[in-house]
C-alpha cells in the first residue's frame, strides 16, 4: 500500500476515470470510486482487484452538495485520504451559443465546475488538518482553446483552472497541493461522439473533423486514457513535492502553454 493512503477518483466507471482508478492502484492506493450509479463501477473494480489492488464502489452525484459530503464521509472512513481527483464531467452541448439552453448551459457548469467545487470543498479540511495531500482536477485542452459550439464545456473547464490556481495558494502554506491535468483529444466513445457532433455543427465530415484534432498534434494522434492517467499519478506522488498550481498538458503536443 502507499503508506495506507486513500485515494478518491470521481466518475470511475468508464473512461479516463477508470484508467486513473487504475493508475492509482497499482502505485499502491486504495481507491475509492464513485458514480452516480454505483453498479456502473463494477468493472473499473473487477480491473483493480484483478492486478492485485483495493478499489470501493461508492454512489456520488458531484451536482449534490450533500450526495458529495455523504461520499467523502465515507472514504474518510476507510484511512487516510491523501488524493482526490475531480474528474466527473460531461461534454455539454454542441452548439452555437444563441442555439443553447440555459438549462444545458447550467447542466454543463453543475457538473464540470461545480462538480469540482464540491468535491474538493468536502476533502479540504481532512487534508489540511492531516498536513498533506493533492488535489487533482481533470480539466482540458478545451478550457485554454477554442473548440466550435462548446462554449460551456470551454467555459467550465476554463473556470477548473482558475479554481486550481486559487487553491493551491490558499492551501500551500498547509502541505496540500493543488494541480489539473489537461488532456487532448482522448481515444474513445466520449471523442468519438464530439467528432461527430463536431462534423455536423461545421458541415464536414467525420473524417475531416477528427483530422483537425489529429493534424494540429505533433505525434499525430489521440491521447489514450492511461497516458492521462499516468499524467494524475504522478502528480499524485511524492515525485510531485514540488508542483502546485499548475494545469499539466496531455495533448500529444496540441497545446504547449
Same mark, same amino acid.
Given at each position: ?13 468508464? @473512461?479516463? #476515470? ?19 450509479? &454505483? ?12 492486478? #492485485? ?17 455523504? %461520499? ?19 461534454? !455539454? ?21 461545480? !462538480? ?8 479540504? &479540511? ?6 498533506? #495531500? ?6 482540458? %485542452?478545451? +478550457? ?8 460551456? =464545456?470551454?467555459?467550465?473547464? %476554463? !473556470?477548473?483552472? +482558475? ?8 492551501? +500551500?502554506?498547509?502541505n496540500v497541493r493543488v494541480n489539473a491535468v489537461c488532456p487532448g483529444a482522448v481515444a474513445g466513445p466520449r471523442i468519438d461522439d464530439v467528432i461527430r457532433k463536431q462534423a455536423t455543427a461545421r458541415g464536414v465530415s467525420e473524417e475531416e473533423a477528427l483530422r483537425a484534432f489529429t493534424e494540429a498534434s505533433p505525434l499525430g494522434r489521440l491521447v489514450? &486514457? ?12 511524492? @515525485?510531485?513535492?514540488?508542483?502546485? @498550481? ?9 497545446? %504547449? =502553454?
Amino acid at each position: 500500500m502507499n503508506g495506507g493512503r486513500v485515494a478518491v477518483v470521481t466518475g470511475g466507471n468508464r @473512461g479516463i #476515470g477508470r484508467a486513473i482508478a487504475g493508475a492509482l492502484a497499482d502505485d499502491g492506493f486504495a481507491v475509492v470510486v464513485t458514480a452516480r450509479d &454505483p453498479a456502473t463501477l463494477a468493472d473499473t473494480v473487477a480491473e483493480i482487484e484483478k492486478a #492485485g489492488g483495493t478499489a470501493v464502489p461508492l454512489a456520488c452525484d458531484v451536482r449534490d452538495e450533500a450526495s458529495v459530503a455523504a %461520499m467523502a464521509a465515507e472514504a474518510a472512513g476507510l484511512g487516510p485520504v491523501h488524493t482526490v481527483v475531480a474528474n466527473a464531467g460531461i461534454a !455539454g452541448p454542441t452548439a452555437p451559443l444563441h442555439e443553447i439552453g440555459l438549462d444545458a448551459w447550467r447542466d454543463c457548469l453543475a457538473t464540470d465546475l461545480d !462538480g469540482v467545487f464540491l468535491t474538493f470543498r468536502a476533502f479540504v &479540511p481532512g487534508l489540511v488538518e492531516r498536513g498533506e #495531500g493533492s488535489l487533482i482536477a481533470v480539466s482540458s %485542452m478545451t +478550457g485554454k482553446r477554442p473548440l466550435h459550439g462548446r462554449t460551456p =464545456y470551454a467555459a467550465a473547464k %476554463m !473556470g477548473v483552472i +482558475g479554481l486550481v490556481r486559487t487553491l493551491a495558494v490558499e492551501l +500551500g502554506p498547509h502541505n496540500v497541493r493543488v494541480n489539473a491535468v489537461c488532456p487532448g483529444a482522448v481515444a474513445g466513445p466520449r471523442i468519438d461522439d464530439v467528432i461527430r457532433k463536431q462534423a455536423t455543427a461545421r458541415g464536414v465530415s467525420e473524417e475531416e473533423a477528427l483530422r483537425a484534432f489529429t493534424e494540429a498534434s505533433p505525434l499525430g494522434r489521440l491521447v489514450e &486514457p492511461v497516458e492521462v492517467a499516468r499524467a494524475c499519478a504522478f502528480l499524485a506522488s511524492d @515525485g510531485a513535492a514540488a508542483i502546485t @498550481g499548475e494545469d499539466l498538458n496531455a495533448t500529444a503536443g496540441v497545446v %504547449m =502553454y
